[in-house]
């Protein structure tokens, strides 16, 4: 076991442990070494020095306690950083460095920050996402400004999201409908300051809208809103963040692509948004424009969200799974979709998850 280093979700910490995958695997986002897709998790090699994980629509990044990071899967856009455009269906490093502390990836962007405070984004670029100033792909790292005051990171569909130490909410990339949070529906090709606010602590994305906590526990909202992802109780977009409720014990949050998911202080899970495939885990598959309580358990630890499916870690290490199934990313050996959640297997030393599109990675 690795000694303890900080980082991964909310700043807590993970001693190394072993990687595993399940899911959809077209391009080899599994990390498996094959192209074959799992209905059931298989461990990404043999090493056990894992400590943070992010799932992309078709690729995976993940962080060592030693600093390196990792990368596998679709590669078109330069996503894994290791300078081609070839796909990897094992991890490879990115680079040789060693001080890699956080890490997100979007649909086919990937964004990391250094433990120095720097922040370095690579893949595609369309839209503005990588956050230079410009619409190139890079399928190398580069460092988005000089800066060293960045603390954490995530990625949606052509948009990035991140937080400072000193707790200001940046946002840069595509913003037709209105994800950024600036009052606009412009693009941004560089990191534009969301309001004035420094009580900012974490961020998750959808595909096309943003999910924020500040310090006071409140949950704030801010872009498409088509299927009530915003949590608002309305289906209406919104291109400045919009207090969900007045509640102040919002603690974890997680975005899929047309819904939210989040954990508050009491151990309670919530979801809102699109519902097809029973994705918000209510036992239905309506949607909710308000968040609406998964269950009536009080020990839900983690949460992350994929296109159609959530997944989410109790406080007893136990891995529990809901939503479209047709992939097998569920976890569960089977292809059927659930409106609840079910538990992926019996273990309980599940430490972390993250959903791809279409495929789900979790640390033990």
């Known amino acids: 076991m690795s000694r303890l280093i900080s980082g991964g979700v909310n700043g807590s910490f993970y001693r190394g442990y072993g990687l595993f995958t399940w899911g959809y695997n077209n391009n080899g986002q599994l990390g498996d070494g094959t192209i074959v897709d799992k209905s059931s998790p298989v461990q990404v090699g043999s090493l056990t020095n894992w400590k ?27 996503q894994l950083g290791d300078g081609t455009v070839v796909n990897k269906s094992s991890p490879i490093q990115v680079g040789s460095l060693t001080n890699w502390s956080q890490v997100a990836a979007s649909s086919a962007h990937t964004v990391a920050v250094k433990t120095d405070g720097t922040l370095w984004t690579w893949g595609y670029n369309t839209q503005g996402q990588l956050g230079d100033g410009t619409r190139v792909d890079k399928s190398s790292p580069i460092q988005v400004g000089a800066l060293t005051t960045w603390k954490q990171v995530a990625g949606g569909n052509g948009h990035t999201v991140a937080i400072k130490t000193d707790g200001t909410l940046w946002t840069w990339g595509r913003n037709d409908s209105g994800q950024l949070g600036d009052g606009t529906t412009a693009y941004k090709s560089s990191p534009v300051q969301v309001g004035s606010l420094t009580n900012w602590t974490q961020v998750a994305c959808g ?17 498409g809103n088509v299927y009530g992802q915003l949590g608002d109780g309305t289906i209406v977009n919104k291109s400045s963040p919009v207090q969900v409720g007045t509640l102040t014990t919002w603690k974890q949050v997680a975005g899929g692509v047309y819904h939210t998911v989040a954990v508050k202080t009491d151990g ?16 239905t598959v309506v949607r909710k424009s308000s968040p609406v309580q998964v269950g009536s358990l009080t020990d839900w630890s983690q949460v992350a969200g994929g296109y159609f499916h959530t997944v989410a870690v109790k406080t007893d290490g136990t891995l529990w799974a809901y939503g479209r199934n047709n ?24 430490k972390q998850v993250a959903c791809g599109v279409y495929h789900t990675v979790a640390i033990k």
């Open 327 to 350: 992939n097998g990313m569920l976890g569960d050996g089977t292809t059927v979709n659930k409106s609840s959640p079910i538990q992926v297997g019996t273990l309980t030393n599940w």
């Open 207 to 223: 595909y096309f809208h943003t999910i924020a906590v500040k310090t006071d526990g409140t949950l704030w909202t801010c872009g």
């Open 268 to 283: 309670t899970l919530w979801a809102c948004g699109y519902n097809a495939y029973g994705q918000l885990g209510d036992g």
């Open 52 to 78: 943070q994980v992010a799932g992309g629509i078709y690729h995976t990044v993940a962080a060592k306690p030693d600093g390196t990071l990792w990368t596998w899967g679709q590669n078109a856009n330069g």
